[in-house]
C-alpha cells in the first residue's frame, strides 16, 4: 500500500513537471507589472545594456503596456547577467520601490541606452537615472536567484521570453507578439 502510494506521487510530480516545463521560474524576482491573476504570463530575460533587448523593448513596449493595462498579461522582466555587459546589474540593484513599479521607468532606461551606455563609471549611470545611490538588498538577492534560473533555462543570450511557458529567443515582431498574445486570450 505504501508503495504504491509513492508511486503515485511520483507519477504527479512527473507530470506536473512535464507540463508546467519551466516550474522552477520564480515570479517573485525580477520586474512585475500588470496584475498577478491575468490569463497571459509573460518572463523576459533581458539586459539594460544588450541593444538587442533595447530594440525588443522598442518594438514591444506599446503592446506590452497595452496588455498590462488591460488586466490582460502579467509581464516580468528579469535582468541577467552577460559577461560582456559592464553595467548589466547596476541599474537593477539601483531601482527604487517606485522606480522598479513604473513601466514608464523602464522604457526610459531603454529609451536612453545610447546615452547611459557611453558613461565611463556605474556612479554615472546611477546619477544619469536618476537612481538610488545605495544597492536595494532585495535586488540584490534577486539578481542571484535570476542567474541561478537563467542557467537552469539554459540561458545564453538575450532577449529570450517566456509566453505561457512558450520559449521566444532573440526578438519578435510586434504583429507576431500580438496574434500571439490575441490567439491565447481566444482561448481562455
Not at 491573476?37 to 525588443?56: G, H, K, V
Not at 547577467?81 to 521607468?105: A, L, T
Request: hydrophobic share 35%; with cysteine.
Amino acid at each position: 500500500m505504501k508503495k504504491n502510494k509513492i508511486l503515485i506521487i511520483t507519477y504527479i510530480l512527473a507530470l506536473s513537471i512535464i507540463s508546467s516545463g519551466c516550474n522552477f521560474i520564480k515570479v517573485n524576482e525580477g520586474i512585475l507589472y500588470g496584475n498577478e491573476d491575468s490569463p497571459i504570463e509573460i518572463i523576459n530575460y533581458t539586459s539594460f545594456q544588450c541593444s538587442a533587448c533595447t530594440t525588443l523593448h522598442e518594438e514591444l513596449g506599446e503592446s506590452i503596456k497595452k496588455y498590462i493595462d488591460s488586466g490582460q498579461i502579467k509581464y516580468i522582466e528579469k535582468q541577467i547577467d552577460i559577461k560582456r555587459f559592464e553595467y548589466d546589474d547596476v541599474i537593477y540593484k539601483h531601482m527604487n520601490e517606485e522606480q522598479i513599479s513604473d513601466f514608464e521607468k523602464l522604457s526610459e532606461i531603454y529609451e536612453k541606452q545610447d546615452k547611459w551606455i557611453v558613461l565611463k563609471s556605474p556612479e554615472e549611470v546611477i546619477e544619469f537615472l536618476n537612481l538610488e545611490q545605495e544597492e536595494n538588498k532585495k535586488h540584490v538577492k534577486d539578481l542571484k536567484k535570476i542567474n541561478k534560473e537563467k542557467d537552469k533555462l539554459e540561458i545564453k543570450a538575450v532577449p529570450t521570453m517566456f509566453i505561457n511557458g512558450e520559449r521566444i529567443e532573440g526578438n519578435i515582431p510586434k504583429e507576431e507578439f500580438e496574434n500571439k498574445i490575441e490567439s491565447l486570450l481566444n482561448k481562455k
